[in-house]
């Protein structure tokens, strides 16, 4: 496609949602590498946390604490500044007859286990809030933070759907995954999934994972996982689909992920015109005002002569 075609395509079209088949491409890379990522199923997670400590080992990330939460064995809690790929254990106490339960009328106790990290997103609201050019997107399709022009102004954080974003209070820079973006250039895995003994953290192209997930989620339908379920996975979501995506074996909120993200930049153009049109009216106001005191003015000076 041209240059001249590619501007026509994108003339009418929102480039802060929707589908968009070519994020690296639309970022200025040409002749680019395959967008990738992550695919975690999460119906294989054994919860041995290899991916959390190869995270930490790799991109050398401050220890953060290891508090004792009463969760389970979670003792890390969630995703932040320092902690950029997290297990979660989530117990549920099964109803008589699940599977897992040997149908004999007891209940029994299931661990739903994943381990979660930045999704990527298509549409990535934390990059089109950031006032530096600090989040910049890859060849590859991903999302980085660059470190020394960050400014630490936190704009990123409530822009992200996922809640990923944090501030390291240490050093005042925003912080999350990068897809290990040196590993990619010196073409690895990035470490989490090379330190994962179950393949439930997958790394490739994006198209082929999709591919892989839904034949997964078929598997597993077969052999009486109706619960199991994509999540992220679909280019027409409120995301533009996610470059990290889940297969779950229970609803989204379980896991602590919203049901149904929306990139939280959708709205900027439109806000953008309401507020010219507001700032347009309010200066037409103005502008009458001072016309009306000028005439009045002319008039008393005119009966006073």
């Not at 950031?130 to 954080?157: H, K, M, S």
């Not at 990619?184 to 330190?195: D, I, M, N, V, W």
């Not at 591919?211 to 997964?216: S, V």
Request: charge should be negative.
């Amino acid at each position: 496609m041209t240059d001249a075609s590619k501007r026509s395509s994108l003339i009418g079209r929102n480039l802060l949602a929707g589908a968009e088949p070519d994020v690296a491409g639309d970022a200025g890379h040409e002749d680019h590498p395959p967008r990738v990522g992550f695919f975690t199923d999460t119906s294989v997670c054994i919860g041995c946390k290899a991916c959390e400590v190869a995270c930490k080992e790799w991109n050398a990330i401050p220890e953060d604490g290891l508090d004792f939460t009463g969760m389970s064995f979670d003792n890390t809690q969630g995703l932040s500044a320092s902690t950029w790929r997290h297990v979660a254990f989530i117990e549920q106490n099964e109803p008589p007859g699940r599977d897992g339960t040997g149908g004999d009328g007891r209940t029994g106790l299931r661990w739903l286990m994943s381990s979660d990290v930045c999704k990527h997103c298509t549409h990535a609201a934390c990059l089109d809030v950031c006032p530096t050019g600090a989040l910049f997107r890859t060849e590859f399709g991903t999302v980085v933070v660059q470190d020394d022009v960050c400014n630490g102004c936190g704009y990123c954080v409530p822009a992200c759907p996922y809640g990923v974003v944090d501030v390291r209070p240490e050093d005042g820079g925003a912080h999350k995954c990068t897809l290990c973006y040196d590993r990619l250039g010196a073409g690895q895995e990035p470490a989490c999934a090379k330190a994962c003994p179950t393949d439930s953290i997958q790394f490739g192209p994006l198209d082929e994972l999709r591919e892989r997930a839904a034949a997964r989620v078929e598997e597993l339908h077969r052999v009486g996982v109706e619960d199991a379920r994509l999540y992220g996975h679909d280019p027409e979501d409120g995301v533009g689909g996610d470059g990290a995506f889940f297969l779950l074996l229970d609803e989204p909120e379980v896991y602590g992920l919203p049901p149904d993200p929306v990139v939280t930049a959708r709205d900027l153009p439109s806000m953008w015109r309401h507020a010219g049109a507001a700032a347009l009216t309010l200066l037409g106001g103005v502008a009458a005002v001072f016309a009306a005191q000028a005439d009045a003015s002319g008039r008393r000076t005119g009966r006073r002569r």
